[in-house]
């Protein structure tokens, strides 16, 4: 019997093009959409970081002003913290092997799930434009004196992107 040219049918080839993949209510892809954006939120929390490190090449600090580095400083936490290290784990392992482990052959709402990357995504994007057009340099923690003696809206806007990244993780 001759199996060359013949492929068996899984997550990854059964449906083709950006549609497939972005509607999709398959688990294991959504995991790998999750996958590929905690990939993409760590790669730009880690220029973030070398922005920093570069800057404290020198003494005089001559890349960034101390505003700026403040901001860099905040926005390599927060993206860090809230937008890879605390999706990563129900996100993609979650999505991936938990329903395998189980013996399940889907999640119970695989909708939901799905609607949960996309806030995710959204909220993402929208704490990154908050950080970059908004000024927020109060540290990843919020911490009250930062946060509260030079409160602006940027700094209610991302709080409010960070709790809608919560939201996100609790839909998964």
């Known amino acids: 019997m001759d199996l060359r040219g013949h492929e068996e049918e899984n997550y990854l080839n059964w449906a083709y093009g950006v549609k497939s993949w972005l509607l999709t209510t398959d688990h294991k892809r959504i995991a790998l959409l999750y996958l590929v954006s905690v990939t993409f939120f760590f790669f730009l929390g880690s220029l973030a970081a070398f922005l920093l490190r ?6 005089q600090g001559d890349l960034m002003t101390s505003d700026h580095y403040n901001r ?9 913290v809230f937008l890879f290290l605390i999706p990563a784990i129900p996100g993609i ?8 482990m189980i013996g399940a052959k889907d999640l119970a709402f695989p909708r939901i799930n799905l609607g949960s990357w996309y806030v995710y995504i959204i909220s993402g994007m929208f704490i990154i434009a908050v950080v970059i057009w908004g000024g927020v340099d109060t540290g990843w923690t919020f911490y009250t004196p930062y946060s509260t003696t030079y409160a602006n809206s940027a700094v209610v806007l991302t709080v409010l992107g960070v709790f809608l990244v919560g939201f996100s993780s609790i839909m998964t």
């Open 54 to 59: 570069i800057d404290l090449m020198t003494p």
């Open 72 to 80: 860099s400083f905040t926005i390599h936490g927060v993206i860090m």
């Open 93 to 100: 392992f979650g999505n991936f092997l938990v329903p395998l």
